[in-house]
């Protein structure tokens, strides 16, 4: 890095402190208001599991929840790849996650919102291998899902009430 670059780069981290940014998960970030504050429905399907799997890494176990999370997952697979002889070789799965933020306290609703993503996944090899590859991209899907659920957590958290 030469040395024009260092003074942008410091420059541009004094611009960053000046505005009042703050690292997410740092000491006054928005991401330690929610640690460990949110409780998760108990899962009823695979996808659930997954999901709320990805959210707890993220945010921790809700031991001392303030908030509650509720969340309705929809899937759908969708063919869009084919052969010359007319079968699929590839399969794209849409997730839908529409999820409900509560205050445990009051039952009041604080958010309702929903984010959308997609995977891929090969059907080229064997009957295992695309079972395979369709069980990763459920999985992928729910970390996706997870991912964006928590960083619009994170964006809203300041608003949340103590």
């Known amino acids: 890095m030469s040395s024009s670059d260092r003074r942008l780069f410091l420059l541009g981290a004094l611009a960053l402190g000046a505005c ?3 690292p997410v998960y ?3 970030g928005a991401g330690q208001r929610l640690q460990g504050r949110i409780l998760l429905d108990a899962p009823v399907t695979e996808n659930n ?3 709320n799997r990805r959210i707890e890494e993220r ?3 809700g031991g001392a ?3 509650a ?3 309705d997952i929809d899937t759908e697979s969708d063919g869009f790849g084919t052969a010359s002889d007319g079968t699929t070789t590839r399969f794209r799965l849409t997730g839908t ?3 409900t933020l509560r205050d445990t306290a009051t039952d009041v609703v604080l958010s309702e919102r929903k984010t959308v993503a997609f995977t891929g996944y090969s059907a080229t090899g064997s009957n295992v291998a695309t079972l395979a590859s369709a069980r990763d991209a459920r999985e992928r899907l729910m970390v996706i899902l ?3 659920i928590v960083d619009q957590l994170l964006l809203l958290s300041p608003d949340l009430p103590e």
């Open 146 to 148: 997870a991912d964006q």
């Open 97 to 99: 996650a529409t999820y």
């Open 59 to 61: 945010l921790g176990r």
């Open 20 to 22: 009042g940014f703050t």
């Open 69 to 71: 999370l509720s969340v």
């Open 49 to 51: 599991y997954r999901l």
């Open 65 to 67: 929840a303030r908030y």
């Open 26 to 28: 740092g000491p006054q």
